[in-house]
C-alpha cells in the first residue's frame, strides 16, 4: 500500500468503496477512463429513485454518507457515482495515476442495473 497525499492506493481495492483507490497495474485494477466508461454505460438507464432506494443497503444502513478522501467531501450514498464521474473527481484520480478494483466497479454496475430493472415495466 502506497500513499499519496494523504490518500492510501492499494494493491486490492475495496469491494464495494468507490473511494478506494488501487496502485497502478495492480492486478484487481482498471484504468480510470475504463471504470468510468463501464459505470455511465449501466447508468444510462438507471432510475433515481430506485437507485437511491439501493443505496441504502450498501456499507452500513445507519450510514447515508460516504467520504471520498481524495476530493475531501461528504456525499450523500446516492451521490457516489455522480461524484465519481465528475471531472473534479476525475482530475484528481488521474493526477494519483490510480487505478480502481474491478470488483467495485462491478458491483456498482450491478447496482445501477438492479435499479433500472426495478423500474423496467413489467411485461
Known amino acids: 500500500m ?11 481495492g475495496h469491494p464495494t468503496y468507490l473511494f478506494q483507490l488501487c496502485l497502478p497495474n495492480s492486478r484487481e485494477a482498471i484504468s ?15 432510475n433515481e429513485l430506485k437507485f437511491k432506494q439501493r443505496c441504502v443497503n450498501v456499507h452500513n444502513q445507519d450510514v447515508m454518507q460516504l467520504h471520498c478522501d481524495l476530493c475531501k467531501k461528504e456525499l450523500f450514498k446516492f451521490d457516489i457515482i455522480k461524484h465519481f464521474l465528475s471531472d473534479s473527481h476525475r482530475r484528481e484520480v488521474s493526477s494519483l495515476g490510480a487505478e480502481i ?5 462491478k458491483f456498482w454496475m450491478g447496482t445501477l442495473l438492479s435499479a433500472a430493472a426495478l423500474a423496467a415495466p413489467q411485461l
Open 32 to 46: 480510470l477512463p475504463s471504470a468510468c466508461f463501464e459505470l455511465e454505460k449501466a447508468a444510462d438507464n438507471m
Open 101 to 105: 478494483s474491478i470488483p467495485v466497479v
Open 2 to 12: 502506497a500513499s499519496t497525499r494523504g490518500v492510501k492506493l492499494h494493491e486490492i
